[in-house]
Nanobody
Framework: QVQLVESGGGLVQPGGSLRLSCSAS????????IAWYRQAPGHEREMIAR???????FYIDSVKGRFTITKDRSKATVYLQMNNLNPDDTAIYYC????????????WGQGTQVTVSS
């Protein structure tokens, strides 16, 4: 079973940037849609961005224009570049395999904590 491991979270000030990484145990990015999700305290986990096997991107409105999802097939890694962060972006961020509409279809990893605070 292919494992996905998230990394890159941390504490950042409002307006700052972070890049999250989602690394696969083997190269599978040309086969699957990979999505980023987040779960803020007291909220349900939500999908925020996904990239298809053909590199089609999708973003929810609240991150559109600020977040960019990309993938590097040679490194079997999907990235989430997050710019102009605000406190509402504070959450645990997860990546997962996803259906074409973004429903998660794999096991959840540990996630990576992103905290936006001054």
């Amino acid at each position: 079973q292919v494992q996905l491991v998230e990394s890159g979270g941390g504490l950042v000030q409002p307006g700052g940037s972070l890049r999250l990484s989602c690394s696969a145990s083997r190269s599978i990015l040309s086969e699957y849609t990979i999505a980023w999700y987040r779960q803020a305290p007291g909220h349900e986990r939500e999908m925020i961005a996904r990239i298809s096997s053909g590199s089609t991107e999708f973003y929810i409105d609240s991150v559109k224009g600020r977040f960019t999802i990309t993938k590097d097939r040679s490194k079997a890694t999907v990235y989430l570049q997050m710019n102009n962060l605000n406190p509402d972006d504070t959450a645990i961020y997860y990546c997962n395999f996803a259906s074409g509409l973004g429903a998660p279809i794999g096991p959840w990893g540990q996630g990576t904590q992103v905290t936006v605070s001054s």
